[in-house]
């Protein structure tokens, strides 16, 4: 199974970007759904950003569309979230993951139910005010 596992923690103040990366362990292919996720001790894990097929697929939460964005380096495995213009809210364990859909409709069930196959450890984001 696929191994994901996120950039080191990071701290910004209120206002600031961040950019969090998460490399994979094995090749990125056209089938990966890739996703972003946060959790608080206060609140359930939620999505927050995926890409599908390289890019030919995004979604965002609606409280970040427009401040944040994903990517992906298939050279380097790797896929990024840039979030800019943060706010304390946002102060949560942020998770990387992954699987294999066939379709972009199977991988938003999946992101939106956070229910990919493969997770990282997570990593503390912290946005002070």
């Known amino acids: 199974q696929v191994q994901m596992v996120e950039s080191e923690r990071g701290s910004v103040q209120a206002g600031g970007s961040l950019r969090l990366s998460c490399a994979a362990s094995?090749?990125?292919?056209?089938?990966?759904?890739l996703g972003w996720f946060r959790q608080t001790p206060e609140k359930e894990r939620e999505e927050v950003a995926a890409i599908w097929k390289g890019g030919q697929r995004k979604y965002y939460i609606d409280s970040l569309k427009g401040r944040s964005t994903i990517s992906q380096d298939k050279d380097k495995n790797t896929v990024y979230l840039v979030m800019t213009n943060l706010k304390a809210e946002v102060t949560a364990v942020y998770y990387c993951?992954?699987?294999?859909?066939?379709?972009?409709?199977?991988?938003?069930?999946?992101?939106?139910?956070?229910?990919?196959?493969?997770w990282g450890p997570g990593t503390q984001v912290t946005v002070s005010s």
């Open positions: 094995e090749h990125f292919n056209e089938t990966m759904c």
């Open positions: 993951a992954v699987d294999r859909t066939n379709s972009a409709f199977e991988c938003y069930v999946l992101v939106t139910r956070a229910a990919l196959g493969a």
